[in-house]
């Protein structure tokens, strides 16, 4: 083969390589925006969750670190301070007037104030919280054990959920509350806290304060900050965006195990 | 290497059948799954373009590597990429580049390299998520079938008499002098070599820092992600990987192409493999 040939065929070999390669990656956008492959995508998600429960037990732990391991500050991330009027009104007054309302599938809804949860059994551990953007920090959280919470207000035998409702607003016009979903072996899991305190201070407001989520084997979308309502439910498919969450209605994965 | 042969050898060139059609299929389903994978994986690092060393981003060390932008004095912006401290001005491809409208982006990896192009991270979790499935499947696949069929044993497991004979192929090699003919019809020794630690080594190692990643399978033995230095450890080791596998991935490509590039084309498509006569003359 002479040279007059090869270099034309080169280039168009590399001319052919690159189009159709711009048009695999707009191919990929597009069928991003579509309304069924996304869905196609998603089954992995159920193949994710399906793999890790069966290669754990219901009471497999998450890591506990030494105090020598805690970061030196616990990064803020989403809501640093929510701004609606309500939020502020109860954060002024150091959440005296705080009441966690916990209903739903139970026998005994309940409203706890901050000494309520205190009282009840609680649970300190020094765990990493990974967030789903990659980075990870270590702390110290202290809180009320979920299942001490559950044995106070009864679960009924059809509640399959746990709803997180949150006072923080992620919409601009003050709309879209922050809120989350686990299932019942994450809300009788041991780690799973409602912690209020952070490195043995009260919780920060960038934090959660008065009350955050701990659900340690997940990312750290799930574990919601500012709680103040909990309500156990059979299906969260007619709640917000039906998907369990803020982020998963944004597209994020329920199960926020990987 | 089956033997079967599609024409017996003589002093004409003849068409060798050299892939099975299990690998092929296989093959190019690594292709689709290892490019969506690095692409999804560079859309996901963008979400947090840092790389720590421990269990934790928070550690009071600085990250290995961090790919960011600032404006310059002029407003422009300025990407850069800072490794193991040493800064190095990467404006148009990392930190700051263009995206697919012609705009200037501030995003880690550039947008002709991310799936999806624009900052999206639940989606790229996503397709990563999807194809990581695929590939481990695939790859469970590979190894069942070449383990029955003997490919692994009598085409890929270096022998006693390849491994002697390193030096060699490597000498050749360096010097582009690939075997031909009759010898064409196996691997060379590094050429093994190579698949071995692709097979065996790095792409599982891939798939255990992604689960070392997984905040679930960690809960699976309590501290086995500090035998790799801990989860952002882990994160690092994972991105490093990736890299070797596109290191891998360049190199193959070359010799495919050095080697014959419509022959190889072929006996990947097709399966058949044309042995050149007057080679075996040598």
């Known amino acids: 083969m002479n040279d007059v040939v090869k270099i034309p065929r080169r280039r168009f070999l590399a001319r052919t390589l690159g189009a159709a390669s711009a048009l695999a990656l707009a191919g990929c956008d597009r069928l991003s925006r579509t309304e069924w492959f996304p869905q196609v995508l998603a089954s992995a998600e159920k193949l994710n969750a399906a793999a890790a429960h069966l290669v754990t037990s219901r009471k497999s732990m998450a890591q506990e670190f030494a105090e020598s391991d805690l970061s030196s500050t616990f990064r803020s991330n989403g809501t640093a301070d929510p701004e609606t009027r309500e939020y502020q009104a109860i954060a002024a007054n150091a959440f005296a007037d ?145 998907k369990g969450g803020y982020w998963e209605d944004q597209g994020y994965q329920w199960f926020a195990g990987i | 290497m089956p033997q079967a042969l599609v024409s017996t050898p003589g ?89 697919a409208d012609g705009t200037v982006v501030c995003a880690a990896f550039p947008s002709w390299a991310t799936v999806p192009g624009t900052q999206w991270l639940a989606m790229a979790r996503a397709w990563h998520f999807f194809f990581a499935w695929i590939i481990v499947i695939n790859g469970l696949a590979f190894l069942a079938y070449a383990i029955f069929s003997r490919h692994l044993a009598r085409d890929l497991a270096p022998t006693r008499s390849d491994l002697r004979s390193i030096g060699q192929s490597l000498k050749e090699h360096l010097r582009f002098r690939h075997p031909t003919g009759e010898e064409a019809k196996r691997y060379n020794v590094l050429q093994k070599l190579a698949y071995v630690v692709v097979i065996f ?25 500090d035998l790799v230095g801990g989860r952002q450890s882990a994160r690092t080791l994972h991105f490093i990987v990736a890299w070797l596998l596109v290191a891998f991935v360049l190199i193959h490509v070359f010799q495919v192409i050095v080697t014959g590039f419509w022959n190889n084309l072929r006996s990947m498509l097709t399966g058949r493999y044309r042995v050149q006569a007057e080679a075996r003359h040598e």
């Open chain 1, 98 to 242: 705080y009441r966690l309302q916990v209903g739903g599938l139970v026998e005994a809804p309940q409203r706890f104030s901050l000494a309520d949860l205190r009282a009840l059994p609680s649970r300190t551990q020094i765990t990493r919280h990974d967030c789903v953007e990659g980075w990870s920090a270590i702390a110290k959280w202290k809180g009320t054990q979920f299942s001490a919470l559950l044995a106070a207000v009864r679960p009924q035998a059809a509640a399959r959920y746990v709803m997180f409702y949150c006072a923080d607003p992620m919409e601009d016009d003050g709309t879209g509350f922050y809120y989350e979903s686990v299932d019942m072996e994450d809300a009788y899991h041991p780690q799973t806290i409602l912690a209020y305190d952070l490195n043995d201070a009260l919780l920060p407001i960038a934090n959660g304060a008065p009350i955050r989520l701990r659900v340690e084997r997940q990312l750290g979308y799930k574990h919601a900050k500012y709680v103040m309502a909990i309500e156990l439910v059979a299906t969260f498919d007619s709640i917000a965006g039906g």
């Open chain 2, 11 to 99: 002093d004409a060139d003849y068409l060798y059948y050299r892939h099975t059609l299990p690998v092929r299929v296989m093959h190019w389903i690594n292709v689709v799954a290892l490019t969506i994978l690095l692409m999804s994986g560079l859309q996901i690092f963008n979400a947090y373009p840092e790389l720590h060393w421990g269990k934790s981003s928070y550690n009071g060390t600085p990250p290995l590597l961090e790919i960011s932008a600032r404006a310059g004095a002029n407003g422009q912006m300025i990407g850069y990429t800072r490794i193991l401290g040493r800064e190095f001005d990467t404006t148009g491809v990392l930190g700051a580049s263009r995206g």
């Open chain 2, 201 to 225: 080594g790095l792409l599982p190692l891939a798939v255990l820092m992604g689960f070392a990643m997984s905040p679930w399978l960690n809960s699976l033995l309590t501290g086995w992600v």
